[in-house]
């Protein structure tokens, strides 16, 4: 890895408040409806332009790093520093696409740490459809959680939420007359 960053966690990383935990595991699905085609969602994943406004580790601008190599075999990776009060986080998120179907459907994997303990990781199908007012899009995520925050009671809560937030920011950038005031670039 880069110097400055630190190196990916390691399996079972034990946290500061004693040994691993027991692996939790789960899966939700997200819907959302566009009113344009599927190409065009398509795009906002794979045109590095589009998908640098809409995904982003939570966070400064001024901090944040995002690298995307949009093909089967290729990833992403981001990184920044959130900062809430006396509270500082390093996030880290890093994916593998294995499974690319223009216009219809991505297969990935993802890992996500904080403070460079690996928090947990998912395998995430999106498919897009076609709908007569536009298409739809299907996000389903199959989770590993590792290192629960707590007893773990909100996690799945918090990363459901955040990925609503996520597709929000795509819909905002592919669907901009659901969103007034936002222009397309």
Known sequence: ???GHPAPAEPGT???EGPASPARHGSFSVGMDFTVTPAEVF???ADPSLRRRWFRLPGGSATAEHELDFRVGGGESARNLFVSGDLEQRLAY?????????DARIVLVYEAEVDGIRRWVSL??????DEPAGSRLAWTEQYTW?????????DVAHLRGGTRLVLNGLSTV???DRHPGVRRR
Do not use: C, Q
Request: net charge negative.
């Open 14 to 16: 034990a946290t500061a």
């Open 1 to 3: 890895m880069d110097a």
């Open 43 to 45: 795009r906002g994943f």
């Open 94 to 102: 890093r994916s593998r696409f294995l499974d690319i179907v223009p």
């Open 174 to 176: 592919v669907n901009p």
């Open 124 to 129: 995430v199908t999106v498919e897009l459809s």
């Open 146 to 154: 590792l290192v629960p925050t707590g007893d773990g009671a909100d």
